[in-house]
């Protein structure tokens, strides 16, 4: 039972993050820095967005193998394939109907998108699968350089906003919201969803 639970927030959490990530972009207003990338990229090479997500994330698994010097973490794949689907599923859905053009609801829907990112990474976080190769990119510089995890997590920042940039990737005040807000958010909502979970596996 807690290995069918486990399973199921791990299901949800990722729908409710690729949905997060999908509204964000189609509000037009920034994504995050490496979601931004990720459009960029697409519009730039080709290729979906979602399948630009598992490109940039299997080159960042081999990369945190090296800086931690251990073999890749050849199950976080499994993370960042569902993703990278699940992304190009929420952005075939004509959600720009949902909300008019004004900027209102533009906001509307960004906010939202935060929401639903949060929620998505508090749920998935729960059944303790390894970390997707972005998020262990923090701990390999922590680790391979002797930085702290927030000087490591905005190195990491800097350089995807840096190509999205180049690549002419959807950076805006959404961005600079999204990078500053999932944090707190988070940290107020874990702990229920925490208990929830420990409630229904148990």
Same mark, same amino acid.
Request: hydrophobic share 55%.
């Given at each position: 039972? =807690?290995?069918?639970?486990?399973?199921?927030?791990?299901?949800?959490?990722?729908?409710?993050?690729?949905?997060?990530?999908?509204?964000?972009?189609?509000?037009?207003?920034?994504?995050?820095? &490496?979601?931004?990338?990720?459009?960029?990229?697409? %519009?730039?090479?080709?290729?979906?967005?979602? =399948? &630009?997500? /598992?490109? =940039?994330?299997?080159?960042?698994?081999?990369?945190?193998?090296?800086?931690?010097?251990?073999?890749?973490?050849?199950?976080?794949?499994?993370?960042?394939?569902?993703?990278?689907?699940?992304?190009?599923? &929420?952005?075939?859905?004509?959600?720009?109907?949902?909300?008019?053009?004004?900027? #209102?609801?533009?906001?509307?829907?960004?906010?939202?998108?935060?929401?639903?990112?949060?929620?998505?990474?508090? /749920?998935?976080?729960?059944?303790?699968?390894?970390?997707?190769?972005?998020?262990?990119?923090?701990?390999?510089?922590?680790?391979?350089?002797?930085?702290?995890? +927030?000087?490591? %997590?905005?190195?990491?920042? #800097?350089?995807?906003?840096?190509?999205?940039?180049?690549?002419? +990737?959807?950076?805006?005040?959404?961005?600079?919201? /999204?990078?500053?807000?999932?944090?707190?958010?988070?940290?107020?909502?874990?702990?229920?969803?925490?208990?929830?979970?420990?409630?229904?596996?148990?």
């Amino acid at each position: 039972m =807690n290995k069918i639970i486990r399973i199921l927030f791990y299901i949800i959490g990722l729908l409710f993050l690729t949905l997060g990530i999908s509204l964000a972009i189609k509000a037009g207003l920034g994504a995050s820095a &490496w979601d931004a990338l990720a459009v960029g990229e697409s %519009k730039t090479f080709g290729f979906s967005v979602g =399948n &630009w997500i /598992i490109i =940039n994330s299997s080159i960042l698994l081999f990369i945190n193998a090296f800086l931690q010097k251990k073999r890749p973490e050849w199950l976080a794949a499994i993370t960042f394939i569902l993703i990278g689907r699940f992304l190009d599923f &929420w952005l075939t859905i004509e959600s720009e109907h949902l909300f008019d053009a004004n900027i #209102v609801t533009r906001y509307v829907q960004l906010v939202l998108a935060i929401l639903s990112m949060t929620i998505g990474i508090a /749920i998935y976080l729960q059944a303790k699968f390894p970390l997707s190769p972005i998020d262990d990119l923090m701990i390999s510089f922590n680790k391979r350089f002797g930085v702290s995890l +927030g000087v490591a %997590k905005t190195i990491g920042e #800097v350089f995807a906003l840096v190509l999205a940039f180049l690549l002419q +990737g959807p950076i805006g005040i959404g961005t600079v919201l /999204i990078t500053f807000s999932i944090g707190p958010i988070l940290q107020r909502i874990r702990a229920p969803i925490e208990k929830l979970f420990l409630k229904l596996s148990s």
